[in-house]
């Protein structure tokens, strides 16, 4: 069974930059494809980026693609969301994801959505100001 915890989040202004951290426990995490989503009041739940387990691919989504970066640590059981050129439009909370049954490997397009993954974590939000 795995468990994660967010943090990172805050208020910060347009331009800036934020990291978000995933912390993770359970002994399977390093076979583990993880992402980060986000949602804003209002709006329906948006891939952001997710990572392979050994971290050697990643995607994103078009809205975060050039300004975002997924990395993970299997060492230290952390997957990392580094944002930079923040946007207004970034206001979230963002989750933190596992797909602990390995769904991605069988449909891919569900490493891109919820439904591809099965467990997530509390939250944290971001808010930037313009």
């Known amino acids: 069974q795995v468990h994660l915890v967010e943090s990172g989040g805050g208020v910060v202004q347009a331009g800036g930059s934020l990291r978000l951290v995933c912390a993770a426990s359970?002994?399977?995490?390093?076979?583990?494809?993880m992402g980060w989503f986000r949602q804003a009041p209002g709006k329906e739940r948006e891939f952001v980026a997710t990572?392979?387990?050994?971290?050697?691919?990643?995607w994103y989504g078009d809205s975060t693609l050039g300004r975002f970066t997924i990395s993970r640590d299997n060492a230290k059981k952390t997957v990392y969301l580094q944002m930079n050129s923040l946007k207004p439009e970034d206001t979230a909370v963002y989750y933190c994801?596992?797909?602990?049954?390995?769904?991605?490997?069988?449909?891919?397009?569900?490493?891109?959505?919820?439904?591809?993954?099965?467990?997530w974590g509390q939250g944290t939000q971001v808010t930037v100001s313009s």
């Open positions: 994801a596992a797909d602990t049954l390995a769904v991605g490997g069988l449909y891919t397009t569900w490493r891109y959505e919820s439904r591809g993954y099965d467990t």
């Open positions: 359970g002994r399977t995490f390093s076979s583990l494809r």
């Open positions: 990572i392979n387990y050994s971290g050697d691919s990643t």
